[in-house]
Each structure stands twice: as C-alpha cells, then as structure tokens.
C-alpha cells in the first residue's frame, strides 16, 4: 500500500495524462472525421455536395479505441515482461496502436470514398498522404496517454484487471467520452458554420456542409484547427475529470465513505448541470413566443 | 454435475439491470451530434457501455481490495462492491453529460430543451418553445441528466454484480487469468444487454420521460434470457461446475 501523499501525487499524474489523452481522441476523430459527424461527411456527397473532408468511420469511437488501447497494452506488456524501460515498451507499443489505427484509416478512407463514385466523390490521394500522419500521429499521443496511466493503475495503485484489460476499457471510456463531447463541436457547429448561430442543425440542412475554407478547400485539418480551440479540451477534461474524480475519491477514503464523496460529485454536477440550463435560457431566450406561435421579435 | 442457481440467477440478475440502466441513458445518437435531438451525441451502446465499464474498473478496484483482505469476503463487502461499480459509472456519465451540455450552450449556442414534454416533470420550466426550428430537442435538459445519472447508478451496479459473481466463482480473488476472465465476460455480459437494449430503444431516447421508456418491458424479458444464456455458458468457464 502506497502512503497517500504518493498516492494522491499519482492520481493527480493520471488525471493529467487522461487530459492530454481525451484532447488527442477527440482531436484524431475531427482530422479524420469519425463517428457520428461524419454521418454528414458520408451525406455530403450523396446530397451532391463533394467535397475534400477526410471520411474514415471506422467503427464507433469507443470500441475502436479500446482496439488501438488494447494493441498498444499488449505490446507494452510482453516488451516489459522482456525487461524493456517502461517508457520504451509503452512508447513501442503506442507505436503499433498507431499504426493499426493508420492502417484502418487509409483502407476505411478509400473504401468508403471508392463506394461514392457513383455521386462523383473524388479519392483525392494528396489527402490521404497528408491526413493519415496526422491521424496517427493524434492517435499515438492518446494511446501513448492512456497506457501510461493505465500502466500507473495496474502497477503502482495495484488495480487487480492486467495491463491490456484496463487499457481496453479505458479505451471504451475514452472513446465514448470524446464521441459524447467534442465530437458535438465538429458536427453541430464547425460543420455548420453556414448555418446562423445559436440553433441546431435544421433537418433540411443535413448534408448540406461547409466546402470552403478560410483559404482555398476545408479539409480535415481546417477542421482540427478549429476544434482544438475548444472540443478538443473540454473532451480532454472530460476524460481527467473522470479518472481524477474516480480515483481521488478511492485514494483519499476507504469503504462506504469513498461510495459517499462519489455521491456528494454526482450531485454538485448535476446541480452545475442546472445553472448552465438556467444561464443557457435566460441568455438565449425562446425561439417562439408563449403561446408556441411565431418568432418573437 | 450440479451448477449453482443462485450464481446463474445473479448473473442474468445483473445483465438485466444493464438492459434496464441503458433505457435511462439520453442518447440522441448522430442526430444529437448535430444537436438535431435532445440527449448526448452519441449511440446508445457506446454511453451505456463507457460508463458501465468506467464502474466496473472501480468495482474491480473495491472487490480486490476486499476479497484478499482476512476475514473474506461477505455481504455487506459484496453491496460495497456494487456500490462502487455504481458510483464509478454515475461519475463518468454525469461528467460526459456535463461537459456535452457545456459545447451545446457555450459552442453551438442553444439552450437545453426535451422535445417529447412539454414541461420539465422535474424543474416545471417550458420546453416546447425552446426547440429550434425542424430539431427534436437538443443539449442535456435536468430531466434527462437525472435520467441518465440513475442509467449510469443501474449500469454500474448490474456490471458489477456479473463481475463479483464471476469473481466468487473462479474463488482466485488475485489470480490475473481468473481477474483477466471475470472482467472480460462481464464486458462481454454488458454489450449484449446493452445492444439489446438499444434495438429496443431505436437510436434515440431522453430519458424516463420518453414515450419509447414504455417499451422497458420487452427489453427486461429480452436481457433475461439473454442473460441467463450467457450466465450458462459463464459459469462452467470460470470453474463453477461441482
């Protein structure tokens, strides 16, 4: 048992690197357009709207990071059984994640765009060149991340599942946290942006998403330039706030009062939860007036 | 060859619990990612299982704890366990959920709003004037984060109880291949149920507020028996064949 100085030292280690890791997940799913936003993506064409955004849906987020995650841990796990450093061993196995995740790209990139040539959808080579580093490159520093600090968790805190196990499921988790959060910014707004402000997506606009960039085509980059700004981090926060909250309340107390603080988190957010909703209607009003007609003025 | 009932009925028990925690979950699935529908932009299976698995990771924490400590492991260690697989899954829900409302309100700019009320049962403010023109709702409205929090305290606790009972069978609380095994069917456990659930539920739902919430029923009668076959197969497995 580690003293709760260290173990506290720990928690807050891991909860930084689950930042860095849900600000990579979410950042790889906009330069490479995943899971639901890309429903818009894969629209596009068919709706006659070609158009040179990356179009990779692999799978869903989550299980597709607990692949790369898993990948990753077990390479980790069998260098490390042969004395590799543990750096070296997380690194090489991130890299093998990574390469997977290229991989899978490149063929789900081409697959998808071939199956679109009936509604003339180009397969621009070019941006397979340029957009599957940089999906790779985003993948590694969140496989890199969530090893690591899974590796923290099965080694040194002593959490009994072994390393890949935990890696999967904190792959699913990083995954479903990033498919649930950032991913609203790339669909709902930098999708959009040719749609007024402050509404969501009118059903009749689906398809219908922005080409141009602020110079020359919008591709995948265009579009990780702008999420970085804010999807990007707050996923990142999302992910350290879950593996900090979880494991702070265990470290810090033992038995039912851990099951108490963990209680006492759930209902300050939901409270926080209120405010937002109560600042977010006050601030932006309704869309019809009272009696559910028109506009108002 | 005897196979114990009550490790059988737990385990179907706890996937059933599963089924029933994923209809509490508000997903607007892709429609939500465009902030089209009311709940988290994302599939049913992949919320339900994030933060069903999130629990589970913390249950596996708590049930290693206990089981190897003198004494063994008794009933009360055993709620304690749920417990923790619960609160682990309610805190990853309601910090996606939290964070999801948070790029609705401040990045794309729209309030919370349930279109399937038209009052919030829970805050009485009005919904329906809220929605923007041709969407069904969008954001995370308290009705639905509540909601979503019990769908997480369900998730968690049916997760768990699969794992621990898995755990009690294999009787090698530190054994990695018999931890390796529990966890990996209990994830197993989990997205059957949860995929059940979510072709009952039909891509979207908002809550327990939700006209498709009646449909809860069908999805309980589904999970068990889906439950009680992969407890069936389960058990012999992890060594629970005398």
Redesign the interface.
């Known amino acids: 048992m580690i003293d709760p100085i260290t173990g506290l030292g720990l928690v807050a280690l891991m909860g930084a690197l689950a930042t860095i890791a849900g600000a990579a997940e979410d950042l790889e799913s906009d330069v490479g357009s995943q899971s639901n936003p890309n429903s818009q993506v894969q629209l596009a064409a068919q709706m006659d709207f070609p158009h040179r955004i990356f179009n990779k849906a692999i799978s869903g987020e989550p299980p597709a990071y607990g692949l790369w995650c898993a990948t990753g841990a077990t390479v980790a796990s069998v260098l490390l059984a042969q004395n590799m450093s543990v750096i070296f061993a997380i690194a090489i196995g991130s890299l093998a994640g990574a390469i997977l995740l290229g991989l899978f790209s490149v063929t789900a990139h081409m697959g998808r765009t071939a199956s679109q040539k009936r509604f003339k959808q180009p397969v621009y080579m070019d941006m397979v060149i340029g957009h599957v580093p940089s999906i790779m490159a985003h993948g590694f520093i969140a496989v890199f991340c969530i090893v690591s600090f899974s590796y923290i968790m099965f080694e040194i805190l002593g959490h009994p599942f072994p390393l890949p196990l935990l890696a999967f499921l904190w792959g699913i988790t990083a995954g479903a946290i990033g498919s649930s959060t950032g991913d609203v910014h790339y669909g709902a707004e930098r999708e959009f942006q040719n749609q007024p402000f402050g509404s969501g997506l009118n059903a009749a606009q689906s398809g219908n998403i922005v080409r141009k960039a602020e110079s020359g085509l919008r591709n995948g980059m265009d579009n990780v330039w702008a999420c970085a700004k804010f999807g990007g981090p707050v996923t990142g926060l999302a992910l350290g706030w879950t593996v900090f909250f979880d494991n702070w309340r265990s470290t810090v107390f033992s038995g039912m009062n851990a099951v108490i603080a963990g209680l006492i988190i759930v209902l300050i957010l939901i409270l926080a939860n209120r405010l937002v909703e109560v600042k977010a209607r006050k601030a932006y009003g309704p869309y019809k007036d009272e009696e559910g007609g028109a506009e108002p003025a | 060859m005897i196979i114990d009932p009550i490790s059988i009925a737990l385990i179907t028990l706890g996937g059933v619990l599963i089924g029933l925690g994923v209809h509490f979950i508000p997903v607007g699935?892709?429609?939500?990612?465009?902030?089209?529908a009311t709940g988290?932009?994302?599939?049913t299976?992949?919320?339900a299982?994030?933060?069903g698995?999130?629990g589970?990771?913390?249950a596996?924490?708590?049930?290693?704890f206990l089981a190897t400590a003198p004494g063994g492991f008794g009933t009360s260690d055993f709620i304690?366990v749920l417990?923790?697989g619960a609160?682990?899954a309610?805190?990853?829900i309601?910090?996606?959920?939290?964070?999801?409302?948070?790029?609705?309100?401040?990045?794309?700019?729209?309030?919370?709003v349930s279109a399937k009320v038209d009052k919030d049962p829970i805050?009485g403010?009005?919904q329906?004037?809220?929605?923007?023109?041709?969407?069904e709702?969008?954001?995370?409205?308290?009705v639905s984060?509540?909601s979503g929090?019990i769908g997480g305290l369900f998730g968690g606790v049916g997760g768990s109880m699969v794992y621990v009972q898995l755990m009690q069978i294999g009787n090698a609380?530190?054994d990695?291949a018999i931890?390796?095994l529990a966890?990996?069917f209990a994830?197993g456990v989990f997205y059957v149920n949860a995929v059940l659930a979510s072709y009952n539920i039909g891509g979207t739902i908002e809550g327990f507020h939700d006209p498709k919430f009646k449909r809860v029923p069908k999805a309980i009668i589904s999970c068990l028996i889906a439950s009680l076959l992969c407890a069936i197969i389960a058990v012999p497995i992890m060594g629970g064949v005398s």
């Open positions: 699935g892709a429609p939500a990612a465009m902030a089209q988290v932009g994302t599939g299976v992949q919320l299982a994030g933060a698995l999130t589970l990771i913390s596996g924490f708590m049930y290693n304690l417990a923790s609160v682990g309610m805190i990853m309601t910090v996606t959920m939290f964070i999801g409302q948070l790029v609705y309100v401040y990045c794309v700019g729209v309030p919370p805050t403010d009005r329906d004037i809220y929605v923007s023109q041709g969407t709702g969008h954001g995370v409205p308290t984060f509540v929090t609380p530190a990695p931890v390796a966890g990996i994830t």
